[in-house]
């Protein structure tokens, strides 16, 4: 699966949902794996994450991302949670402990993306995706405030729209 296929889905689905909230989950993931072999996190800015996506042609989500705030991304081999004796369902029974709800799960092809919900109600939010793919995890977390109508509008409009292959 493409990783920018899964991306948008997990996307679609996470941004159908209104509370958000803080969380340590990410921290603590972070802490564990940061400095290992082939681990890569990034934070970019909410106004980078706005100006990269005008810049690939995806002007249509500027309205509705508009006081996102930031997004943190990190991607983990499979094999440095087996040499950490860790493990990914671990990481999500951490979540439920950390006050996280499964907003949505997709299966395809052996891949899994599930989305977590903190609900808070303020507009300093957050969302947690968990991407399971064969050879690594990816774990993205949106903070800010997303605005849920304007994503629909544009479901509606048939800009938004995923097509699984």
Not at 84 to 102: I, T
Not at 117 to 131: D, H, T
Request: proline share 2%.
């Amino acid at each position: 699966m493409k990783s920018s296929k899964l991306i948008l889905a997990c996307a679609l689905v996470a941004f159908s949902s209104s509370a958000f909230a803080q969380s340590r989950s990410f921290e603590t993931l972070r802490d564990n794996f940061a400095g290992g072999e082939d681990v890569h996190c990034i934070q970019v800015s909410g106004f980078l994450c706005r100006a990269a996506l005008w810049m690939a042609g995806e002007w249509e989500f500027r309205d509705a991302i508009s006081d996102v705030s930031s997004i943190r991304l990190i991607t983990i081999p499979r094999q440095n949670f087996k040499s950490q004796e860790l493990s990914v369902p671990g990481f999500r029974e951490y979540l439920r402990k950390d006050n996280f709800e499964s907003l949505a799960t997709i299966k395809e092809k052996g891949d899994r993306v599930e989305v977590f919900i903190q609900q808070a109600g303020s507009r300093n939010n957050r969302y947690l995706i968990v991407a399971e793919e064969v050879e690594e995890v990816t774990v993205i977390e949106v903070n800010g405030y997303i605005d849920i109508q304007k994503l629909r509008d544009l479901e509606k409009s048939k800009l938004l729209s995923y097509q699984p292959q």
